[in-house]
DNA sequence: CCGGCATAGTTACAGCGTAAACATAGGAGG
DNA sequence: CCTCCTATGTTTACGCTGTAACTATGCCGG
């Protein structure tokens, strides 16, 4: 039984859902909780709110504009879960530790999110021409190292090799490459 | 017009293809230097061998088979190119480091077959139960991380942490996450 | 020469993303 | 208060997909 049952609705079934969009998206990230992203279908979504599947597109214009829906909250949850370890840290360069430790740790709880994440190519900065969204990046890392990327300067490449580090061992944990291990995390981002 | 001339075959069409599977390997990564793997269809794939979609049924027993072929034969070019280039730096420190040039530079030049090889299951050591190939990896880095993971001695870690650093590197550049800057990788590697 | 078996083809089905046409309701203007 | 507009949701339909069941083809050993 999919179904979140979030909502202030009294199981009545009004002809209009009242917020759909965010019922889509909330029902899509419950989803993404134990399926993987290229399984999910627009019409499973749809059915998961009780709501037919052509109405998605009176609120997306097509199935890649829900799954970036999808993606750009899961940024958001990542860079707060980020932004949250390093204040409990203290700031500082302990505080970066954390950072990247919350990072893989994001990953391994959250792997079908995490994953869309960096398949949406509307998130990309690199690509994505009408780049709506390249300024609100909520990942520390990523502005870190788009500065970086830019002056080229020493500690850009610090910032981009932090990222690299941590992205590659959550991507490598997630492909069951290497084993997910808290020590290996620990010992490879110290 | 996908289709790739391969083969010795005079044009003629027996019923019997010869080696259908074989050719529909080739054509899948004929196929994925243009295209992503997940837009990629057995259908397509046959039709390009110019055979039906079910005849594919015979050599593989379906979809996720076809593509594992596939990635099998990237990580064996993946392997290659890094052994390769080891060698031509002479081995050695310089020639572990090329070996993550060489890595990088791969994905890089094939993006979708280096995706596949890590989207694969059955390609991964901590999954697939009927690991008949987790020794066979050809992968440098993965032999190294490997033995790292079970002695979990100080040099493995290092081996983890390079693996990480390149891999990471490798998919923030193909998700566009990053620029795919040459002095970028020189940098971060070094 | 022929019979069987490996190989390929045909047909069929459910599920997908999505376009077009239609239905419903809730608020604005008279 | 009634009416119509518009935003929202539904029905139906199309071509695509992966794959199961059944049929056709042709090579190789007896």
Redesign the pocket.
Known sequence: MPVNDNTVNTDKK?????D?RDALIAEGLCLLDSRDAESL????VARGVG?????V???FP???ALMTALALEGLTRLGAAQRAAAEAAGGGKAGFAETGRAYVRFALANPALFRLIFASPALAPQKAAGGMHSEASTLLLANAAAAAAQDGGEAGIRAIQAWAVVHGLAMLMLDGQIPEDDAIIDQAIG
């Open positions: 009004p002809y209009h859902h009242g759909l279908s627009l019409r499973e709501v037919s599947a052509t109405s597109y009176r609120h097509d199935k890649q």
